[in-house]
């Protein structure tokens, strides 16, 4: 132990007593000759400094064993020769000693003989122990001051330690690396083994190659490690590495076509060393178009115009600040393109050389573009009337490929003459509007485009005649009409749609029916019994033929009363005859309350209501009549119901037939 160490000597063992004569007796033996010592050495070596002060000698004697001396004396000197310990004496030790020296660091010589049984002293012989247990200051070291860039070695200078040194110097320095885990160069964090230093030549041993390391921040540790192994602290060094090129990006383009010269800045950022501008060697940022001379900036963005009709490519690339770039030269990968369409151009417009005889009202017109290409999704076409100032009015317009289509509803417009515009566009956005025909022609379009027709219908044989037609309940009445040209041709086979429009409190309230034309563009349809009701045929129009409605006209059904009477004579002041009745009413959605006026007569009187009642649920009513007046002996009275007018009730006024009864 430093700072008062025990000595560490070994004594021989005690011989049994069986062998002490035998020892004695050699002892007289070896009194005539002192014992010499003879190839004196220090374990783990005389030139060697040692950390720790306590040393083991060995040696050789003369004369050799069965001999044995009694004690081995020995004194310890400083380098210059001053006593620092004086002479101690141990007794039987033979061939190995330990000493331990003074705390200081120091190269001590220590003197040994030998004593015999007798007394007698061998010659004295000397060793050097060398002892340094300081601890060197630490070093310095030094990565490369800039990042490096890909397969780029890493060399670490190492500064020296500064005083003081220790005795035994600096043996070397012993290095290890890690990304920040904080690794120790030796196994031990004291000592280092002489396998661990990896610069063994001294001081001056201090520059060391690291070889590639991986991309980010490393960090090397370094020991000094003195003469006799004892390591400094440690010192870390960052050593930064850059293996990977900046990334780029390209702003201002467009996925698609642009119409006019567009600005593309290619920016470019590096996570590591970074693109920040340190002069004409440190990172830039480089655009080319169409395999030019690149756009050179400092920095980590560069713009660039691009304009002309065409495809262009576009190159870009950067530099970091360690140097990776990916340009193509020097065996480094292709840089990054892109490929930006311009087209400056608008397309060109222009309606079909004629129009479709069997849809004159398809307006379609051509979009063609020689770059981009015409748009899929843009256009119209709009009209309005020849000579007119106003603004033109857009058609629902389709786009189909290149070509634009419009279905005009020319029926829906006053006769006349219009003219038309269409407007296309291209991929890029360019737009242009063209008035004329293939051919070279104006788009003008007399109205109406369609052949006019007429529709007629009536009942029966009155096709033009009375608009209102009256039937008794019960019966079925045939609805006819007819289909023709402004010129009295009669279309075949077309649809016309015949609307029956009940009356109110009818059961359906519409019911619609289509039929076809004959070959005389006639048709006729049976309204089968039911309420009155409104009766209209329209005739849709096909794409060459206009459309065509006949004057709706009226069928009144009147309703169907019935009355019975008990009985045929009443007497006067007697029991009362009773009226009863009913209303059929098909298609009704109620008969409830219809008001029933009862009236009677007698010769040369007229009609006179006497009682008004309502029919119930299913229409039917009742009234009980008592004759009370002696002036109605022996006359002879007519009665008869007459259904009225009433909301919700879908059928003409009515009378049944008249009953008689006789007062007597």
Request: hydrophobic share 40%; aromatic share 6%; charged share 20%.
């Amino acid at each position: 132990m430093k700072g008062g160490r025990r000595l560490m000597l070994e004594v021989a063992a005690v011989a049994p007593a069986a062998l002490l004569f035998f020892a004695v007796c050699l002892a007289g033996t070896a009194a005539a000759t002192s014992f010499q010592i003879s190839n004196l050495r220090v374990l783990g070596g005389e030139a060697n400094w040692h950390a720790d002060g306590g040393f083991t000698l060995e040696w050789d004697r003369s004369p050799p064993p069965p001999a044995v001396p009694r004690a081995v004396q020995y004194r310890l000197y400083e380098a210059d020769g001053t006593l620092v310990q004086a002479t101690a004496r141990i007794v039987g030790a033979d061939r190995k000693l330990d000493i331990e020296v003074p705390a200081a660091p120091a190269a001590y010589r220590a003197e040994l003989w030998l004593e015999d049984a007798e007394g007698n002293m061998g010659p004295a012989v000397s060793a050097t122990l060398r002892f340094d247990d300081a601890v060197p200051s630490a070093p310095a070291p030094q990565g490369p001051p800039a990042w490096l860039a890909a397969r780029q070695g890493a060399v670490l200078d190492i500064g020296h330690p500064p005083a003081p040194v220790p005795i035994s110097g600096i043996r070397g320095y012993a290095v290890s690396v890690d990304t920040g885990g904080g690794s120790a160069p030796c196994a031990l964090v004291s000592r280092c083994l002489l396998e661990e230093i990896d610069l063994p030549g001294g001081i001056d041993d201090d520059t060391v190659s690291l070889g590639v390391l991986p991309e980010g921040v490393s960090y090397a540790r370094v020991v000094a490690v003195s003469g006799s192994g004892v390591a400094s602290p440690v010192a870390s060094a960052p050593i930064r590495v850059d293996a990977s090129p900046p990334e780029v990006s390209l702003q201002g383009s467009t996925a698609g076509w642009s119409s006019g010269p567009l600005q593309l800045t290619t920016l470019a950022s590096d996570r590591l060393s970074g693109m920040t501008a340190t002069g004409p060697g440190g990172p830039f940022t480089a655009i080319a178009v169409d395999g030019s001379t690149p756009r050179v900036e400092l920095g980590d963005r560069v713009s660039v115009w691009v304009a002309g009709t065409g495809e262009h490519r576009v190159t870009f690339f950067a530099r970091d600040a360690a140097g990776n770039i990916d340009d193509g030269q020097l065996g480094s990968a292709a840089p990054v393109t892109s490929i930006v369409r311009i087209d400056e151009e608008p397309p060109a417009v222009a309606f079909a050389p004629k129009q479709d005889v069997a849809d004159p009202e398809r307006i379609e017109a051509l979009v063609s573009d020689a770059d981009s290409g015409p748009s899929p999704d843009r256009g119209v076409i709009s009209l309005r009337p020849v000579d007119s100032a106003g603004r033109f009015q857009e058609l629902p317009t389709q786009v189909s490929g290149d070509r634009l289509v419009a279905q005009w509803n020319s029926e829906a417009f006053a006769p006349g003459r219009y003219e038309f515009l269409a407007t296309g566009f291209d991929h890029a956005g360019n737009a242009a509007s063209g008035g004329s025909r293939r051919n070279g022609l104006k788009m003008v379009l007399a109205n109406p485009l369609k052949t006019p027709v007429r529709l007629e219908a009536g009942f029966g044989d009155k096709l033009a005649g009375s608009r209102r037609e009256v039937v008794a309940a019960g019966r079925a009445v045939v609805f006819v009409g007819r289909l023709l040209t402004a010129a009295g041709n009669a279309p075949a086979g077309l649809p016309i749609a015949v609307t029956e429009t009940f009356a109110g409190g009818s059961n359906p309230s519409r019911r619609g029916t289509i039929l076809r034309t004959a070959e005389d563009g006639s048709f006729s349809l049976r309204l089968p019994p039911g309420p009155s009701r409104e009766i209209s045929a329209s005739f849709a129009g096909t794409r060459t033929l206009t459309r065509a409605a006949a004057a709706s006209v009226r069928l009144g059904v009147r309703a169907r009363v019935r009355l019975k009477v008990s009985a045929r004579t009443a007497r006067v002041g007697g029991a009362p005859v009773v009226f009863t009745g009913r209303v059929a009413a098909a298609g009704a959605s109620s008969r409830a309350g219809v008001p029933i006026e009862l009236q009677f007569r007698y010769r040369g009187a007229g009609w006179s209501e006497f009682r008004t009642v309502e029919t119930d649920a299913k229409g039917r009513f009742r009234y009980p009549y008592r004759f009370s007046d002696d002036d109605s002996r022996g006359v002879r009275f007519g009665f008869r119901a007459f259904a009225g007018k009433k909301e919700g009730w879908p059928y003409e006024p009515a009378f049944s037939h008249p009953v008689a009864v006789s007062g007597r």
